[in-house]
Structures are given as structure tokens and as C-alpha cells.
């Protein structure tokens, strides 16, 4: 059985507009590859990932069933074409490629979406590496590929890391964490790497230290309950390492 890997690298884009187009094309994919089953049959799973700057696709146990993988991959093209493009009546931002890899096991699939045409380079993270060009082998290396120079690709991974690093300062400074799940899901959706930054604030005593905890919650910053009203503390996320 063989195994696919699709990356687009994209502009950056927000949390929810990318979790949406994730979501879109894993619906245009799944057909994609199911409905021709006279090209290949989806025996196995897929995955969707998407980082603010990629999306990719990985599908494994897929059998081939007499056509070419060229013809695979302008099925697949002809697919992500569709679902990247918005029209007059779309609300649905036009999504510009900046680069884009197919493999299909170690076969580079050259298919084009429009303005990109496929290859095996993607990129490291945009600030701890400088957008390093990274040659992927394989399905097997890409995570890994990634992961070294600075991206966790998978989402659900990168809620783990927000997770436990709001445990972890909580515990420190001695005080719980106030975790909404949606906000820590749009946190980890905005981040190829997160990196968490603790912070405090001297409320003035005329100021309600509820009323700073909200605004710090519509930034995007998690507040801390210390017990102590004169003093707000939160943790915040910045994306990739931070210089020491």
C-alpha cells in the first residue's frame, strides 16, 4: 500500500480561515480519492493539518488500480483548485500558494494549483529558521522535518503544548488557570510553534481586576487566578523561539 503527502504553503492566515479551509479540503480530497475507484481506493486513514502558513494531507494505505500517479494528482489538483479559490459570490479568502509538495511514497507528483506547481522542497519555520527550505523524502520524514526546525504541524498537537504550558506557569506561580477550550484551540490554531510568555500587571486600585482579566481574555492572553486582586497575572503565546 502506498502512501500520500500533500502540502500547500500558504500566506499566513487567521486561525478560524484556515481551520475552515482545512476542513473543506479534507471534505474535497476524501472524494476526490474515494469516487475514482478506478484510479485508487482510500483503504486507510487520512489526516488534515494546517499550521496559519500550510495545509497539508496525509493519506495512507492507498492501492493504486491501473492508472498513473500523474493521473492521480491533476484528480487531486483539479480538487484543491476548486476548494482554494473563491468566486464572486464567496466570501471565502482567495488562498495564494507559496509553495506546494506532493509525494506519492518517494515520487514527486508535479501537479499544479494554480500559481504553484508541486515539488518535494517545504519550508521551516518563518522566524527561528527563516523560512529554511526543508527537501522531504518521504511521508515518514515530514513531521519530523518540521518539528526540527521549528513547526508543529499537527494542530491537535500544538493544544497539547498550549495546554500544558498554562499548567505549568499556573503551578509555578502558585495559581490555577482559567482554560477555555475554544480560546486555547484558536491559540494553538494562530501558532506554528507556541511559545508561552508569563506576565503581570499592577491593577490601580480603582480598577476592577475583573475588568482587566477581560480584556487580557479579548486579546487572546489566559488569565491566572493569584487570589490577590491588586495583581493580574496571564501567560500569552508568541510564535517560534524566543531570543534569550
Keep these: ?46 489526516r488534515v493539518l494546517h499550521t496559519p502558513r500550510r495545509l497539508a494531507l ?6 493504486s488500480k491501473g492508472s498513473s500517479v500523474e493521473e492521480l494528482g491533476e484528480l487531486i489538483s483539479q480538487s484543491l483548485d476548486a476548494g482554494t479559490k473563491g468566486s464572486a459570490n464567496d466570501s471565502s479568502p482567495y488562498m495564494f500558494i507559496r509553495h506546494l509538495v506532493c509525494l506519492y511514497d518517494d515520487k514527486v507528483v508535479p501537479i499544479r494549483v494554480r500559481n504553484a506547481i508541486a515539488g518535494g ?34 494542530q491537535e498537537r500544538r493544544v497539547e503544548m498550549v495546554r500544558d504550558a498554562i499548567a505549568r506557569i499556573a503551578h509555578e506561580v502558585g495559581a490555577s488557570a482559567r482554560v477555555d477550550d475554544d480560546q486555547v484551540e484558536i491559540i494553538a490554531d494562530g501558532l506554528e510553534y507556541p511559545q508561552p510568555v508569563s506576565c503581570l500587571v499592577d491593577v490601580p486600585p480603582d480598577l476592577p481586576a475583573s475588568f482587566v482579566e477581560a480584556a487580557l481574555l479579548g486579546e487572546g492572553f489566559v488569565p491566572l487566578d493569584t487570589g490577590k486582586n491588586s495583581i493580574v497575572q496571564f501567560v500569552g503565546f508568541t510564535d517560534g523561539v524566543i531570543d534569550q
Design 1 to 46: 500500500m502506498s502512501k500520500l503527502l500533500l502540502e500547500i504553503g500558504t500566506d499566513e492566515m487567521p486561525a478560524k480561515v484556515i481551520s475552515a479551509i482545512a476542513s473543506d479540503l479534507s471534505v474535497r480530497a476524501r472524494v476526490a480519492l474515494s469516487e475514482n475507484a478506478e484510479n485508487t481506493q482510500a483503504e486507510g486513514g487520512m
Design 58 to 63: 496525509l493519506a495512507s494505505d492507498l492501492s
Design 121 to 154: 522542497v517545504t519550508h521551516g519555520h518563518w522566524r527561528t529558521t527563516g523560512g529554511e527550505e526543508i527537501t522531504v523524502s518521504s511521508q515518514a520524514d515530514y513531521e519530523m522535518a518540521l518539528a526540527e526546525r521549528g513547526v508543529v504541524v499537527d
